[in-house]
């Protein structure tokens, strides 16, 4: 009896662990609207993240940056409804070297809503180091100037 209820709990645990992640997910298109001007970040299942803003498209498997070919990459770790969400900036055309990361904190709203705190901000430069990152990170979403909502677009 024992062995049975064991195995059913770890049958539930799965179950929701894969509910929750499947419901608080970075992958699709999210929007911003600030001053009138419409943004977005199409974050794909590969790791790259396309930027859509005031008319211009980087694409994040290749775009210029500063005069260079580079992509751009997240890493996204889950936490319930909370997201530690690091993007890099590779130097395409230099072995892949890591010209920027930017930390954020994201917390899911809901499925199609995030609010996120991204410190782009720093003086860093390259490859930073766990420890880095996290005191780079921001902490909370106090500071309204530093806070934004983003929707999922969702197509009809």
């Known amino acids: 009896m024992k062995k049975h209820l064991k195995t059913a709990l770890v049958i539930v645990f799965v179950a929701i662990s894969s509910w929750v992640s499947a419901q608080y997910n970075i992958v699709g298109e999210w929007f911003i609207v600030e001053d009138n001007d419409t943004s977005s970040f199409v974050f794909d299942t590969d790791g790259y993240v396309t930027m859509k803003t005031e008319g211009e498209v980087l694409n994040g498997h290749d775009y210029d940056y500063s005069g260079e070919r580079a992509a751009a990459k997240y890493i996204a770790k889950y936490n319930g409804k909370i997201c530690k969400l690091d993007l890099y900036i590779l130097l395409l055309d ?63």
């Open 94 to 156: 230099n072995d892949s070297t890591i010209a920027l990361v930017a930390p954020a904190l994201i917390e899911f709203i809901d499925a199609n809503t995030i609010k996120i705190n991204w410190n782009m901000e720093h003086e860093e430069i390259g490859e930073l180091s766990s420890e880095m990152l996290e005191q780079l990170r921001p902490k909370d979403f106090s500071d309204p100037e530093e806070t934004a909502i983003l929707k999922r677009f969702i197509k009809k």
